[in-house]
């Protein structure tokens, strides 16, 4: 596993970063490490946590990534308490392997149509960089794949893999 100083340093090399934090911190009784970044530029928490991961490789140990205005910081610690609310209300979404075949399908055709990886079952397709170019390559893959219609207010309605694969099922 990555260090925490590892990870901080790859993301404040990324050029949209001013400043990053990490933690690590403990959600749904497992330890998780997520990191909170003031950016330069608009950038999303899982382009950023895909940065990592080039970076560093898959098993760097990063789950998440916040975007903030400013840094939580407390007496020049990191808040841990601000990361861990974070996590709880889904301000900062962590990244989930698909949990089966058909949101493992879905996650893969994402991934090959917008060149993003990897892809979690939890993220959002516009966060990801998705606009209506990759919408409709990935709506016509589906298609194909599932041998199903799926229009475009489903696809942009369901907005990640998981709700994408429910209405595929």
């Known amino acids: 596993m990555v260090s925490v100083a590892e990870i901080s340093d790859a993301l404040s090399a990324h050029p949209g970063v001013g400043a990053a934090v990490v933690a690590v911190v403990r959600h749904d009784g497992r330890d998780v490490t997520v990191a909170a970044v003031e950016p330069t530029e608009y950038l999303s928490g899982p382009v950023l946590r895909n940065h990592v991961r080039r970076r560093l490789g898959e098993d760097c140990g990063l789950t998440g990534v ?6 939580p910081v407390v007496g020049g610690e990191v808040d841990v308490g601000f990361l861990v609310a974070a996590v709880a209300d889904g301000r900062c979404t962590l990244f989930e392997d698909p949990r089966d075949d058909v949101e493992r399908r879905v996650a893969e055709i994402w991934s090959a ?10 993220d959002d397709f516009l966060e990801l960089g998705g606009d209506s170019l990759s ?7 589906l298609e194909a794949e599932f041998d199903r219609p799926l229009d475009v207010y489903e696809f942009i309605s369901a907005s990640s893999v998981r709700r994408l694969a429910e209405i595929l099922r």
């Open 113 to 122: 149509q917008m060149d993003v990886r990897p892809v979690g079952a939890t």
């Open 135 to 141: 919408a409709l390559g990935i709506i016509a893959a």
């Open 66 to 71: 916040l975007v903030v205005e400013r840094l």
